[in-house]
């Protein structure tokens, strides 16, 4: 099944003008036709209804996700997608989105991609001995940059009570790929049509938290993660874990706290791959997650007018 | 989650006028060096609660996710959001979620009869 990853995410949410006011402080715009359409660069995103809206599907144990958009490749997957569902469940059209249920209770659809083609370079950093170097002139950072814009949707992690059976039907119905997996947790998960390390990761959990952990959008790089990142907890948002880079999948991560019920993470430069990659199995644990972990200060700096001890005085 | 060092100076300071705190509202004290609030007090049916901002489902984790905003849409109970737990604001009860029957830890204010707002173990500040 030629799948290309997530494109929107579909909310129903108790207080929709915090949900949406958080989304744009994060990075998103909202579409010019719907202002509770807020979207990544390339138009990948978020929708959000009320929580009571009664077109949305059902969703388990209170989760305010209520559907997951993928892309395909072509009608002809969708096609494929429709006859391979339809065995054994109910498929159906709504607005040119062809739309089921996983085997974990979750309402997924699938669109041919509506994704924009992105004509924008990722952060370089100048290394001695690297072909690839910002050209002379081009500054690695602008202090007071305008906004900073996600570029697109990437992943999405679900909590999922029966983790074989949410495992088998990505793998073996819609031919999704386990690139690496953490022992007695779950399995990162990469759709036939893209190379990215994951665009799900699996955790078995409790039927009490069957759920959704975080969904996150890919930035330009570490930097734009950073610094974001940064703005973000200025505004008064409160970061949960992070910054600090992944091992798995190598991403930059800054996970922060949400009103949607999960975290929500800000990403960057996550590792690509192809079916000739072999899984690897690590047991979870704080150094198997990540190579390193930051913590954030308020900016300071030694020198003259700094109080005795720099900002650690206080 | 590491322990903050300790912040001198702190002892016996008030945190608020209890005229700052209206009824079904809460509001985060004490932050540290992260931007994190150690502790939040919710006003409930008349009376103060004070908690300290550590979520049982994950030791130390923070519970709100905007600065203050520690309780459920509905404003009834008070709401971890990293997983949406959600607690009794008087009892500290886990009421559904994955602590679903642990607490959140009391932290014990003295209010003074011009109405000032304190912790009751001053040196409560240095070490939640
Ligand atoms: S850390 Fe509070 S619900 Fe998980
Ligand atoms: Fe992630």
């Known amino acids: ?314 | 989650m590491p322990k903050s060092p300790t912040v001198p100076n702190c002892h016996a300071q008030p945190l608020c006028h209890l005229s700052e705190l209206g009824e079904g509202s809460a509001r985060g004290f004490l932050p540290d060096e992260d931007g994190q609030d150690r502790i939040f007090i919710v006003c409930h049916e008349g009376r103060l609660h004070a908690w300290r901002n550590a979520c049982p489902h994950l030791a130390g984790a923070p519970m709100a996710w905007k600065r203050d905003a520690y309780l459920s849409p509905d404003g009834r109970q008070v709401m971890c959001h990293a997983h949406g737990a959600r607690f009794e604001p008087d009892s500290g009860l886990c009421v559904h979620g994955p602590c679903l029957g642990q607490r959140l830890e009391s932290v014990a204010l003295h209010i003074s009869t011009s109405g000032q707002v304190s912790l009751a173990d001053p040196h409560l500040t240095c070490s939640v």
């Open chain 1, 1 to 314: 099944m030629n799948i290309t990853g997530l494109e929107t995410l579909v909310f129903g949410v108790e207080d929709l003008a915090a949900c949406r006011q958080y989304l744009l402080d994060y990075g998103l715009h909202a579409a010019a036709d719907d202002p509770n359409r807020l979207l990544a660069l390339d138009g990948s995103g978020v929708e959000l209804y009320p929580a009571d809206d009664a077109s949305l599907p059902s969703a388990p144990n209170g989760c305010q996700l209520r559907l997951a958009v993928m892309g395909v490749a072509d009608e002809a997957t969708l096609q494929a997608i429709a006859e391979e569902l339809g065995k054994d469940r109910e498929v159906h059209r709504v607005d040119g989105r062809l739309q089921s249920v996983d085997d974990a209770g979750f309402a997924i659809a699938f669109q041919v991609s509506r994704r924009q083609p992105l004509p924008l370079i990722g952060e370089i950093s100048n290394a001695p001995g690297s072909p690839i170097q910002r050209v002379p002139n081009q500054l690695g950072v602008v202090a007071g940059r305008e906004a900073i814009q996600p570029r697109a949707l990437s992943h999405l992690v679900y909590f999922v009570p029966d983790l074989a059976k949410a495992e088998r039907f990505y793998v073996e119905r819609l031919g999704f790929r386990v690139t690496d997996r953490f022992d007695g947790v779950g399995p990162f998960i990469q759709p036939a049509g893209s190379l990215e390390h994951h665009t799900h990761f699996l955790i078995g959990a409790p039927a009490f938290m069957h759920g959704v952990e975080h969904f996150t959008f890919h930035f330009g790089g570490p930097t734009e993660v950073i610094q974001n990142g940064s703005r973000f907890v200025k505004a008064g948002y409160q970061a949960f874990w992070g910054p600090g880079r992944h091992i798995f999948g190598s991403n930059w991560f800054w996970y922060f706290n949400s009103p949607f019920g999960c975290h929500v993470e800000m990403d960057a430069d996550m590792d690509l791959h192809d079916n000739t990659w072999r899984p690897r199995l690590a047991p979870l644990g704080a150094d198997a997650s990540q190579a390193f972990l930051l913590r954030r200060r308020d900016n300071w700096m030694p020198g003259p007018g700094t109080p005795e001890n720099g900002d650690y005085a206080n």
